[in-house]
């Protein structure tokens, strides 16, 4: 029994429709390497870039936490200078206490606000910051 030559026998050249399977089969044949292609290098590189893009997004997420959460920490530091002595010594020389502790910083928060006001207009004049 002699050996049959496959090549030979799958051999395209110059007939029409063997010639139209061989394309179909190399398409067939390439879709089954892009896939491979796509689960070996492009999933990694998406998830890459996915991780990258989570990763600055995060931190910038934390950033504005951990803003947040020292702005309330000094919130709370104030109130607690603030109205603590009322709960703790009652009477008029407390709240007297706490409405000048507000009016202070009420007036602390105009001057920097007058401050910051007037070193803006300084710079945009091209001149020093006025300290």
């Known amino acids: 029994m002699s050996r049959m ?3 030979a026998f799958l051999e395209h050249e110059g007939d029409e429709i063997l010639t139209s399977l061989k ?3 190399d398409a067939v ?7 491979w292609l796509f689960i070996i290098k492009t999933i990694p590189e998406l998830a ?35 109205f ?7 009477g008029i020389i407390t709240v007297s206490w706490a409405v000048l502790a507000v009016v202070g910083s ?4 105009q001057r920097q606000f007058v401050k910051h006001q007037r ?3 300084t ?5 020093r910051n006025g300290r």
């Open 84 to 90: 603590a002595p009322i709960k703790v010594y009652p």
């Open 48 to 82: 890459r870039t996915f991780l990258l893009w989570l990763q600055a997004k995060f931190a910038y997420a934390c950033r504005i936490a951990l803003r947040l959460a020292r702005i309330a920490g000094l919130l709370i530091a104030w109130a607690v200078i603030v």
């Open 119 to 121: 070193v803006t207009i």
């Open 106 to 109: 009420y007036w602390g928060l």
């Open 23 to 25: 394309k179909a089969e």
């Open 5 to 7: 030559d496959w090549k």
């Open 123 to 127: 710079e945009v004049k091209g001149g």
């Open 29 to 35: 044949v390439r879709a089954i390497l892009g896939i």
